[in-house]
């Protein structure tokens, strides 16, 4: 005698007998099992009952054919996409403690550049943004990566010329002009024979030089301002 379990397609259970079999038979609760054989004997058999009978082992399936069951669903893995989005449609209870995420920072358009290594689009991009304090922040990054004069060999005409607009705007204010002067004497060295080449790129030198002559005439006027004032406030120390 065998049973198949038609869920799983497979037989659970198997028994042998001396003689052929003609019939089985089964009590309405599956508790009791009668055998006929071909001999005239008569096999009954009673199945042992649990203190609990909603739970059932592999000898009660023994009794009767089991149900076809529904086929199991797959328990979800790292290797499939639907692991990493489970549990996102679940509305929180009253009770539960929210964790927002953190919204994410926009990038500008040069940081996107300098993170794909993108040096001279960058400092391209920076300089038409007219935020002279953005421009030092990249240009000093540069400077980390050792790629501002890189940057400022490849530029042409055009570009250039915006880098020489910032520079005669901003090289001789104090907070800027420790990193855009040496700058400047560095651009026109490596670029001397493109500015000796191009009307509009010497017109920018003749602004940067007015500038520069400019700021040696302030610095000069306070020096002597500071000669006349720096005696009498040693007289007025003594007192």
Known sequence: MKVFDYAANRVTHSMRFPAPLLSIGYSPDCSTRVIGTSNGILYAGKRKTKEKENEESESDQFWRIAPVEQPERKVLKPSYFRYFQRGQGEKP?????????????????????????RHREALVSVLGSKNPEN?????????????????????????????????HKYCTMPRYSSLLMGLTKRVLEVRADDIRASNSLRGHISNLKRSVEEEI??????????????????IAGRR
């Open 217 to 234: 005439r302030v610095q000069q006027s306070l020096q002597e301002i500071q000669g006349i004032i720096s005696p009498l406030l040693k």
């Open 135 to 167: 421009v030092l922040a990249v240009m000093e990054e540069l400077v980390a990566r050792k790629k501002l004069l890189k940057c400022v060999s490849n530029l042409d005409a055009e570009e250039l010329e915006l880098l020489f607009r910032f520079l």
């Open 93 to 117: 209870s009253r009770g539960d403690y929210l964790i927002m995420r953190p919204k994410r920072v926009k990038l500008a358009e040069h940081d996107k550049l300098l993170k794909k290594f």
